[in-house]
């Protein structure tokens, strides 16, 4: 075995050791031009809601919630009756009101109660709008608060407004482009603004034999897209 040499092994320093670090090479910002669309689409509604109310008024409110919950109970056996199977009936409010007279310069008197039940009916056939209405206030409600149409399934209308809209919001970053001197390339963000159903709605009446005539509903999209732009 070859003998080591001490001596030599003191002059044997640390290694010095040298790395180098490339960062990559960054890219340039995208030059982008930004436009929203609005587009408007028009569709035929094929369900209607009806709220109705019955208001009783009494002197207790036990009184008045007594009377109200046997017209309440009237209305909706009648309504319910009318529709048949193309529809639904539930309440969607109940409330219970003091009511008071306010003397001048005297306490506040309380008078009595009022209770107000309101009931909603969701029609599927709308050629019997008129007669539920007619029932309702037959059988005893108070007020036809509102009736409304809407669409059982809007998911083909909004998505026919927002592609409506998508045409536009790019129609008008080209046209941006354009008076620049400059192209548009691919599409880098779009964002949904909101695909939104305006319903039909009317007032309420309480006309013998009333006429109702639906209409058409407006689905409004609104769309917002960021594009590139090229030379």
């Known amino acids: ?21 490339i960062a990559p090479a960054q890219t340039p910002p995208r030059s982008t031009v930004q436009a929203s669309g609005t587009a408007n689409v028009s569709v035929t509604p094929d369900q209607a809601q009806i709220n109705v109310s019955a208001v009783t008024q009494a002197s207790t409110a036990q009184e008045a919630a007594s009377q109200n919950a046997t017209i309440a109970t009237a209305i909706q056996s009648a309504m319910a009756q009318a529709i048949g199977g193309s529809g639904s009936v539930k309440t969607v409010n109940y409330s219970v009101t003091p009511n008071y007279l ?69 129609a008008k970053a080209e046209a941006m482009a354009a008076s620049l001197g400059l192209k548009t390339g691919g599409v880098l963000v779009i964002q949904e603004s909101g695909a939104v159903i305006q319903p039909l709605t009317t007032p309420g009446t309480a006309v013998a034999s009333t006429p109702v005539q639906p209409g058409q509903l407006t689905v409004t999209g609104n769309v917002t897209i960021s594009v590139e732009l090229l030379q």
């Open 102 to 170: 306010y003397p001048q310069n005297a306490s506040p008197v309380l008078t009595g109660y009022t209770v107000t039940n309101t009931i909603q009916v969701t029609l599927n056939d709308l050629s019997i709008t008129g007669k539920v209405i007619d029932t309702a206030t037959q059988s005893g409600a108070s007020r036809i608060d509102s009736l409304q149409f809407t669409l059982k399934d809007d998911t083909d209308a909004r998505s026919q407004a927002l592609k409506a809209a998508t045409v536009k919001a790019k």
């Open 1 to 21: 075995m070859t003998p080591v040499d001490n001596n030599s092994m003191r002059f044997l320093g640390p290694l010095l050791v040298v790395s180098s670090f």
